[in-house]
T-cell receptor, first 111, second 110 residues
């Protein structure tokens, strides 16, 4: 196991709702990145946080936002959920530019 | 052209077979490459890094062809437990983002 944990494991929401996903990084890691993996696709980079600041963002709209806390844990918030937001959301932690280690993911279903 | 492209498969091979996957990348300035393995409904896990000189780890061999801009993964003596999706990852040299391919699905049959 990598030591990266995510909650919840599964979630069902309806269109228009808001969701918050959580991630605890591996001990000693100060960087957290979030990915969205739709069925049959590879993970797509959403954004990355380093020492509580966003330092990289993929092609996702502003309704995808995040936070990183002083203990380096992180949240991903998605507002105004759409059906296409249904996916596995993966959090990965790393130390600076080291290799990322993934958590088990949160499976989100939007109805 | 996609930044990272893989044949989605599935590749169905018998136990003991040798199988190879390729992954092409579009940015010729890319320097760092990896193969990740993802089991069904699980998170991706690092399988191996890909070095310029090629590298081997047991039954797995990874190679880089800079001229043709592709990396490859060779699996010898396939086991049932090798059944998984293999994701190619390229680090964008400008942003350091990890760019994943769609993955190649491998099924090793008894």
């Amino acid at each position: 196991e990598t030591g990266v944990t995510q909650s919840p494991t599964h979630l069902i929401k309806t269109r228009g709702q808001q969701v918050t996903l959580r991630c605890s990084s591996q001990s000693g890691h100060n960087t957290v990145s979030w990915y969205q993996q739709a069925l049959g696709q590879g993970p797509q980079f959403i954004f990355q946080y380093y020492r509580e600041e966003e330092n990289g963002r993929g092609n996702f709209p502003p309704r995808f936002s995040g936070l990183q806390f002083p203990n380096y844990s992180s949240e991903l918030n998605v507002n105004a959920l759409e059906l296409d937001d249904s996916a596995l959301y993966l959090c990965a932690s790393s130390s600076g530019e080291g290799l990322p280690y993934f958590g088990p993911g949160t499976r989100l279903l939007v109805l | 052209r996609k930044e990272v492209e893989q044949d989605p498969g599935p590749f169905n091979v018998p136990e003991g077979a040798t199988v190879a996957f390729n992954c092409t990348y579009s940015n010729s300035a890319s320097q760092s490459f990896f193969w990740y393995r993802q089991d069904c409904r699980k998170e991706p896990k690092l399988l191996m890094s890909v070095y310029s000189s090629g590298n081997e780890d047991g039954r797995f061999t990874a190679q880089l062809n800079r001229a043709s801009q592709y990396i490859s993964l060779l699996i010898r003596d396939s086991k049932l437990s090798d059944s998984a999706t293999y994701l190619c990852v390229v680090i964008d040299p400008g942003t350091y983002k990890y760019i994943f391919g769609t993955g190649t699905r491998l099924k090793v049959l008894a």
